[in-house]
């Protein structure tokens, strides 16, 4: 079939370049790296109050109800997994793209190519993260030290970047260091 029949298939693939350069815009990943394990545990404390606040609860249920209330103990592990994926598919989902503890941190999560995360992104995102760690062991987070956009591994896999929000950048930008 030559290249110029009307009837051979020829999809267009809209590959899209790197949105953030960190050539062009150092300010954008000056300081990601300490700032983003900062993050990660403040949501980490986020994440675990409430399934420690059911875990007590669960506990002092059982003793009121001479044990039976500890057959409720099957549903934390389910729980917790269902309300760390809503956690962070509805905040990187949000408008500031951002868990809470990144926000505080003044990051944001990007696609690649710029775009704002999505519900199902941010979900995935810890579902990767949480795999890679478990199978691959922490070491895997070594990896940000030989990109230039100091990327993770489940990063890399899915297209996202972390970044400063616009504000801190700004900030950086012009020279001053935030407090």
């Given at each position: 079939m030559p290249?110029?029949?009307p009837n051979r298939f020829n999809p267009a693939i809209d590959v899209k370049p790197h949105?953030?350069?960190?050539?062009?815009n150092p300010e954008r990943f000056e300081g990601v790296l300490p700032r983003r394990v900062v993050a990660f545990l403040i949501d980490l404390v986020i994440i675990?109050?409430?399934?420690a606040s059911a875990a007590l609860f669960v506990l002092i249920f059982?003793?009121?109800?001479?044990?039976l209330g500890w057959l409720l103990f099957w549903l934390l592990y389910p729980g917790a997994v269902i309300w760390t994926l809503l956690y962070y598919g509805f905040t990187?989902?949000?408008p500031a793209s951002a868990t809470i503890g990144m926000r505080v941190m003044d990051l944001e999560m990007r696609t690649w190519y710029g775009e704002p995360c999505y519900f199902v992104l941010g979900a995935v995102h810890a579902v990767v993260f949480y795999l890679s760690i478990s199978i691959l062991?922490?070491?895997?987070?070594?990896?940000?030290?030989f990109n230039a956009r100091r990327r993770l591994l489940h990063d890399l896999l899915l297209g996202t970047v972390v970044?400063?929000?616009e504000s801190r950048a700004l900030i950086l930008r012009q020279g001053r260091v935030p407090a």
């Open positions: 290249a110029s029949d949105a953030y350069d960190p050539v062009s675990a109050v409430p399934v059982g003793f009121f109800t001479f044990g990187l989902g949000s062991t922490p070491l895997v987070l070594l990896i940000c030290f970044i400063n929000n």
